[in-house]
C-alpha cells in the first residue's frame, strides 16, 4: 500500500537517532517505493542548531552513506533530495519552520498529510508538542512519539497528558521499533495462521519461556541517558515486555490495531508486578570509568528476571527475560522450552550435552527476531547404529535463505511506513505502557544493589541461578 501525499517533519533532524535510523529508512522507503506519490521531508531542530536546505540535504547523503543499505547516488538519490527542506522551530519562535511546512504542503500541492516525528529527548518533548498545538501545525496531523515514554506510571501519565491535550489517541504513534522487526510480526503469523504451534502453545505443553536479548555494545557515549534510564527501563520496560505480549496474547478476534492491542492489554494486565527477589540487577566492570558516569552509580547495565503470567494459559510458565550490554554475543532470541514426555524410555547417546546433568530433554522452539532472523525447532532422533539412543536434532528456516525478501525493511522502516498509513497496529497504547510502569515499580522503588560482571561474560552468575533447575539457551544449550 502507498499512503497518501505527506509532509514529513522530523524534529531531531540533527540528531543521533535521524542520522542513523530515521533518514536512511525513509530513503530505503523511497528505493522501495513505499513512500507517497508526492512528499516533502522537513527537517526541524532548534534555532541553535539550525541549517539551511543544502547542510540538511549533505547530512542526509552523509547519514545515508553511512547507514543506509543502498548509496545515496543517482537519480535515485537526487530525486529523494529534492524532497528534503530544513526549518528550525525554538518553542517561542516557530516562524522558519511554519513557513517550511507551508512551502512544503505547496510543492505537495493539495492538502497533504502531515506527520510530526518527534526524535528529540524527552525534556524537549512538551514544548514542541504544545507549539504544535498553539501554531495550529497540528491540525489533522498525526504524531511519532520515541521512547521512553516516561520514566515511571506518573512521568507516563504526565507525558499522555501532554500529547493528549493536542492530539487524540488515534493519531498518536508510540513507537518501540521492536515491534517493527519482520520476526517479531511473524510471531503473529506463526501462532496464528498454522495449526501445528498453536495448540501446544500454553500451560499444558511448555514449561518455561525466555526472551533473551544479550547486547555487545556499551553505552555507546549515551551517558547521559543511560545513567538516568538503565537496562531495566531501556530494554526490559520498553522491548522485551512488547515480545512477551506477542507471545503470550490470545489470539485476536481480527488483525486490526484495536484488537491486537486489545489482546496485548491482557497479557500486561495478567503480569505480575515485578518481584525484586526475582531479579538479578548487574554492572558491566568498567562503566563506572566511563566519561560522564557517576564514578559510584548504581544504574544496571545487565537485567534478568523471572516474570509471571496469571492467566488461564501461562499459570505457573515462568517467563525469563534477560538482556545487558557488553556481553559475550549480539542476540535476540525467543525460546519456547516444551514439558518432556511423561516417559524416559531411551538414553541419550554418551557425551549427549544433558547426560551429564540428567537434565531436561524437552523440545524446544527458537525464534531468533534479529534482523533478518529465523526459527528453529529442537528434538531428539535415533542416533543412526545398531542401538536405540538419542541426538539431537534440529529443523530449521532462514528468511535468508527461505523467502524473498521483498522489501526487507527494518524495524523504523516499517513503522514509519505504517505511520503514513495510519495503521497503529504495531504501536503501544498508552493504557498498555501505563501498565507496564506498574509492573515495574516494585523494582524501581527498591532495586537490589548491582552485581559487577565482566565485559564480553554473560553476566553475573546469579542470573543462572534465577533458572534452575534449567539453563538460559544461550549460550550452553543452542
Ligand atoms: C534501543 C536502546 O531502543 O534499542 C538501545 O535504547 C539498544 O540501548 C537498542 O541497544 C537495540 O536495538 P536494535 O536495533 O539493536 O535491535
Known sequence: PVPDDHVVVLFGATGDLARRKLLPGLYRLARAGLMPRSYRIVGSAPAADALTDEEFRARAKE????????????????????????????????????????DAERAVG??????????VPPQAFASVVEMLGRTGL??????????????????????????????????????????????????????????????VWNRDHISHVEIDVPETLGIEGRAAFFEETG?????????????????AMEPPAALDAKSLRDEKAKVFQALRPVDPDLVVRGQYEGYRAEPGVDPHSDTETFVALRAEIDNWRWTGV????????????????????????????????????????GGRRGNTLVVDFDDPGWIAA????????????????????????????????????????????????LFTRSDGIERLWEVAAPLLRA?????????????????????????WFLPDER
Open 447 to 471: 532495586p537490589r544493589p548491582v552485581e559487577p560482571y565482566a565485559p564480553g561474560s554473560w553476566g553475573p552468575a546469579a542470573a543462572g541461578e534465577l533458572l534452575a533447575p534449567h539453563h
Open 318 to 357: 515462568p517467563f525469563y527475560l534477560r538482556s545487558g550490554k557488553r556481553l559475550a554475543e549480539r542476540r535476540q532470541v525467543v525460546t519456547l522450552h516444551f514439558t518432556e514426555p511423561p516417559l524416559r524410555m531411551f538414553p541419550l547417546a554418551p557425551g549427549h550435552r544433558h547426560a551429564a546433568r
Open 231 to 247: 537496562t531495566f527501563r531501556d530494554m526490559i520496560v520498553t522491548h522485551l515486555f512488547q515480545v512477551l505480549g506477542i507471545v
Open 110 to 119: 493539495g492538502s497533504p498529510r502531515r506527520l510530526y516525528h518527534l526524535a
Open 378 to 425: 529442537g528434538f531428539l532422533v535415533k542416533e543412526p547404529g545398531p542401538t536405540m539412543r538419542l541426538t539431537d536434532a534440529r529443523m530449521s528456516f532462514k528468511y535468508a535463505d527461505s523467502v524473498q525478501r521483498r522489501y526487507g525493511l527494518e524495524g523504523y522502516e516499517r513503522l514509519v511506513h505504517d505511520a503514513m498509513l495510519g495503521d497503529q497496529s
Open 63 to 102: 547519514a545515508v552513506a553511512a547507514f543506509g543499505s543502498e548509496p545515496p547516488a543517482g537519480e535515485h538519490w537526487q530525486a529523494f533530495e529534492s524532497t528534503l527542506t530544513f526549518g528550525a522551530a525554538d518553542p517561542d519562535d516557530p516562524e522558519p519552520l511554519i513557513g517550511a511546512v507551508r
Open 138 to 199: 497540528a491540525q489533522g496531523a498525526r504524531v511519532v512519539v520515541e521512547k521512553p515514554f516516561g520514566t515511571d506510571l506518573d512521568s507516563a501519565k504526565a507525558l499522555d497528558a501532554t500529547v493528549h491535550a493536542v492530539f487524540d489517541e488515534d493519531r498518536v504513534f508510540r513507537i518501540d521499533h521492536f515491534l517493527g522487526k519482520e520476526s517479531v510480526d511473524n510471531i503473529l503469523a506463526l501462532r496464528f495462521a498454522n495449526g501445528l504451534f498453536e495448540p
